[in-house]
Nanobody, 126 residues
Framework: EVQLVESGGGLVQAGGSLRLSCAASGFTFADYSIGWFRQAPGKEREGVSCISSSDGSTYYADSVKGRFTISSDNAKNTVYLQMNSLKPEDTAIYYC???????????????????WGQGTQVTVSS
């Protein structure tokens, strides 16, 4: 059974940090690119960051560049999202997802991702 389990969300003040984890099981982790997405109330799900399985390339949404860092520990089948300098507009449910193939032009296209976790809430207070 494929599982993606997010953890690490919570309530933090603006300027603070959180580290999200995405633990994967039930598929060959090294063959899948992993992405982080978020969805705020009333808004569409958007890509935040992803890491490519083919060469380890990382991608970030403009809104988080310089503040968020994605990393992968293949030995633990886990991907992390370190989030620094958090802003109230970062408040959302954060999901991780796995894709067997991504493109370099649209690496965080929601449609490319095959498996999704349940999400973890991140709330940033002002």
């Amino acid at each position: 059974e494929v599982q993606l389990v997010e953890s690490g969300g919570g309530l933090v003040q603006a300027g603070g940090s959180l580290r999200l984890s995405c633990a994967a099981s039930g598929f060959t982790f090294a063959d899948y690119s992993i992405g982080w997405f978020r969805q705020a109330p009333g808004k569409e799900r958007e890509g935040v960051s992803c890491i490519s399985s083919s060469d380890g390339s990382t991608y970030y949404a403009d809104s988080v560049k310089g503040r968020f860092t994605i990393s992968s520990d293949n030995a633990k089948n886990t991907v992390y999202l370190q989030m620094n300098s958090l802003k109230p507009e970062d408040t959302a449910i954060y999901y991780c997802a796995a894709a067997s193939a991504i493109t370099t032009t649209q690496p965080m296209s929601v449609m490319m991702y095959d498996y999704w976790g349940q999400g973890t809430q991140v709330t940033v207070s002002s």
